[in-house]
C-alpha cells in the first residue's frame, strides 16, 4: 500500500518538475553570452550577457547586463535574436550612471551620440555618418554568397562546361576570377587576375556573370557586398 502511494505521488508531482526544470532551460537558452567588446563568447568567458526584454512596436529590446548582473546597456533590435542594433540606445558605467547614448541604423551607429563620464559630466559629442558604411565590401561575410545550383565546386563545374578552346585543344591552366556579389545578387567588377590566354578567361567571365542572379552574403541578418575569388584549375 505505501509503495503504491509513493508512485501515485510521484506521477503527480512529476509534470511540476518538468515545467520547473523547462523554465529554468529556457531562461538560459534566452541568453547571449558576450565577451568584454560585446562579442559573442563562451559562457565561461563571457564579461556580459544580453536577453530580450519585450517588445516596442516592430522593434524588440534588448538589455545587456554584466556577468555579476548590471545593466551595461540597452536598446531596441530589428531581430528578435538582437542581432541588428536599430533605435536608441543607452549604455552605462559601471556605478549606473549613462555612459552614452544615441541612434542606431541597421547595426551602426548614427547621428549624434552624447557622451558623459562616471561622474556625469558631459563630454565631446560623436558624430557618426553610417552611409558610407553601407558600401563596404567584404571578403569574408557571416553568410557568404550562394551560386544558386550549389556550392563553388558546382560553380567550377559549370564554368567549364561554357569553356571551349578555338584550336580543339584541351584547355590547361588556372584561371582566376574576382567579382563582387551585391546585395541584390547581382554581380559586378568581374575581373580576370589569372590565366594565360586572354579568350579563354573572357569565356570564363562570361561564365561567371551568366549565373546571376546569387543569393547575398548577410552580416547581422541584413545584406552586404562581398568580394569572390574563384579560381578554375583546367
Known amino acids: 500500500m505505501k509503495t503504491y502511494q509513493f508512485l501515485l505521488i510521484a506521477a503527480m508531482l512529476a509534470p511540476i518538475a518538468s515545467n520547473c526544470a523547462f523554465g529554468q532551460q529556457d531562461g538560459q537558452g534566452g541568453r547571449q553570452y558576450l565577451s568584454e567588446v560585446l562579442a559573442p563568447a563562451p559562457m565561461k568567458k563571457a564579461a556580459y550577457y544580453r536577453e530580450l526584454s ?28 538582437l542581432n541588428l542594433p536599430h533605435g536608441h540606445f543607452t549604455f552605462y558605467h559601471t556605478n549606473g550612471r549613462v555612459e552614452s547614448r544615441g541612434e542606431y541604423i541597421d547595426g551602426n551607429k548614427a547621428g549624434v551620440w552624447e557622451r558623459f563620464d562616471a561622474w556625469g559630466e558631459p563630454l565631446a559629442e560623436k558624430i557618426y555618418n553610417p552611409e558610407p558604411l553601407a558600401n563596404i ?55 580576370m587576375i589569372e590565366g594565360q590566354d586572354e579568350k579563354i578567361g573572357e569565356q570564363v567571365a562570361g561564365a561567371i556573370k551568366s549565373t546571376e542572379p546569387w543569393k547575398p552574403g548577410e552580416d547581422k541578418g541584413q545584406p552586404v557586398r562581398v568580394q569572390m575569388r574563384v579560381p578554375v584549375q583546367f
Open 54 to 81: 519585450g517588445k516596442e512596436g516592430e522593434l524588440f529590446i534588448g538589455k545587456t547586463f554584466t556577468i555579476g548582473g548590471k545593466l551595461k546597456a540597452e536598446g531596441t533590435y530589428k531581430d528578435e535574436a
Open 137 to 191: 565590401v567584404y571578403t569574408r561575410a557571416q553568410s557568404m554568397p550562394q551560386f544558386k545550383d550549389g556550392d563553388e565546386k558546382a560553380l567550377v563545374r559549370y564554368i567549364k562546361t561554357r569553356v571551349e578552346s578555338e584550336s580543339n585543344r584541351r584547355v590547361k591552366g588556372t584561371y582566376t576570377s574576382t567579382f563582387i556579389v551585391e546585395k541584390d545578387g547581382t554581380l559586378s567588377e568581374l575581373k
